[in-house]
């Protein structure tokens, strides 16, 4: 069953139940800041488990002690659907965990 864009109202409102997340580009997108590279590349491993378990993957990218996503459904022609904000979300909640702000 093929993915739906949403509209845009849609995404603001999804937005508003996701602070710190944000349109930019055409993608979900959210940078979090970490006590330290170890902390911050496990959070990057942990995030990749959600993503395998979702089949829905962003642009995951590990900085010194950080930890940015980006991202779009490339089977909606790279618009923002209901996947990625589930995986926003499920970031977000493992995100307490590693005391990522």
């Known amino acids: 069953m093929p993915v739906e864009p949403l509209s845009r109202k849609e995404i603001e ?3 508003a139940e996701l602070p710190g997340w944000s349109l ?4 979900l997108s959210r940078s979090y800041r970490l006590a330290s590279h170890f902390a911050a590349t496990a959070m990057v491993v942990h995030i990749a488990q959600v993503q395998e378990e979702l089949d829905h993957h962003s642009d995951l990218t590990l ?6 996503l980006a991202v779009h459904t490339h089977s909606a022609g790279g618009a923002v659907t209901e996947k990625d904000v589930e995986l926003a979300r499920r970031v977000e ?3 307490a965990g590693h005391a990522a702000h």
């Open 13 to 15: 409102e999804r937005l």
């Open 93 to 95: 909640d493992l995100a």
């Open 63 to 68: 900085g010194y002690d950080t930890v940015s």
């Open 24 to 27: 930019d580009h055409g993608r």
